[in-house]
């Protein structure tokens, strides 16, 4: 079993290790849905796919994958970083940090990864641009619009004559 005091993973259980995974189990990746939010602290030993909200302290120890519907805020260090939603706050991707297309990450890059990926059409600053909403996504409501009852059909109006006595 894994060092929990071991500096290289701070603690995170290997997914790899067979004390607490069995022998040769095909380990999947955790999985967040859309409709799913999340606060407080979580650390994962294999890797997590985040597609709903998540806000607080993230430890992960292989690959994290935001999805286009993620939002993620807040402390996160992972092996590998994969951002296609959002991400904004302080962030130690150990080896490699990839933002997709449609991908944001505002906040703290710790520790430079050793390769870092940036796609057309993502984003990645340090602090989010004052204009810019808190979250990404803008969901649309119907509003309900009161009718007013169908008028009867007129026949179109002829022009009308000046009568000739005025």
Known sequence: ????????????????????????????PSVVDSDVAMEGDLQVGGGIEMDGKFRGTLRCGEVLTIGPNGETTGDIEAVNVVIGGLLEGSLLARKRLEIRAGGTFFGELVVQPEVLVLAEKSEFARERPKDQPASRKVVEMPVAVKKSPPQPRQSPRKPSRKDPKT
């Open 1 to 28: 079993m894994s060092d929990v005091n071991d500096d290289w993973n701070g603690g995170i259980p290997e997914a790899e290790d067979p004390e607490l995974f069995g022998p040769g189990v095909a380990k999947q």
